[in-house]
């Protein structure tokens, strides 16, 4: 089974600042997906960004960006120019490529990064 | 578009008691997933649907613990004999078949179990 884990329970950043985010996992599969998901006071999960294991050039997305470590199963997420808008739980999450069964579908998250924003 | 909705918003039950939880996904996806979030446990894939195809249980926590999905549309996810343990955020996700790896998430239904 896939494990995914976030080291950091909470981080503070300031405004207009970069911040970076840890996020390692652990398989045997050699293809898959990562992703980052925002989830704000409102519950409502927002994907960031995602990363196919096959790609070797890092995603990006406006300010977010990672740093994908195949190798050693590390996916960071990079946020430049932090706004107070980005204060939220951050959740790294992994998917398997293999078409078994919902199983496979189904995303295995790590528990979260709380991101808070100082003015 | 509309996104993925999910209802009621929240919901406290008495232990012992039978809920109900809906999911409308977003149109035309054909999958829809189900997770648990707890404070304990984190989020924990439930169960998952793909079309009219019988429906992968594999992350249910129990046989209280059940779901359908009408018309390849709605589901609803029924917990029988709730326990105190089941209070969690209750979240649906949907995603169209060709795009299978983004999905797309509900604002979730806090149970809590008194």
């Known amino acids: 089974a896939q494990t995914v884990t976030q080291s950091q329970p909470e981080m503070s950043v300031q405004e207009a600042e970069t911040v970076t985010l840890s996020c390692t996992y652990d398989?045997?599969?050699?293809?898959?997906?990562l992703f980052w998901y925002k989830q704000p006071p409102s519950r409502q999960m927002i994907l960031v960004i995602r990363q196919e294991a096959y790609k070797q050039q890092n995603a990006t997305e406006n300010r977010f960006s990672v740093n994908f470590q195949k190798a050693a199963k590390s996916f960071s997420l990079k946020i430049s120019d932090s706004q107070l808008g980005d204060a939220a739980m951050y959740f790294c999450?992994?998917?398997?490529?293999?078409?078994?069964?919902?199983?496979?579908?189904?995303?295995?998250f790590g528990k979260g990064t709380h991101l808070i924003i100082q003015p | 578009g509309a996104g993925v909705s999910q209802s009621p918003s929240n919901k406290v039950t008495e232990k012992g008691k039978d809920v109900e939880l809906r999911c409308d996904p977003i149109s035309g996806h054909t999958a829809l997933y189900w997770y648990r979030q707890s404070l304990g446990q984190g989020l924990e894939f439930l169960i998952y649907?793909?079309?009219?195809?019988?429906?992968?249980k594999s992350g249910l926590p129990s046989d209280r613990f059940s779901a359908e999905r009408t018309g390849g549309s709605v589901s609803t996810l029924t917990i029988q004999r709730t326990q105190q343990e089941d209070s969690a955020v209750y979240l649906c996700a949907s995603s169209p078949f060709y795009t299978t790896y983004e999905q797309y998430f509900g604002p979730g239904t806090r149970l809590t179990v008194t």
């Open positions: 649907f793909q079309g009219n195809s019988a429906p992968d």
């Open positions: 999450a992994y998917r398997s490529a293999l078409r078994s069964g919902g199983g496979a579908d189904g995303l295995t």
């Open positions: 398989t045997s599969e050699s293809d898959y997906y």
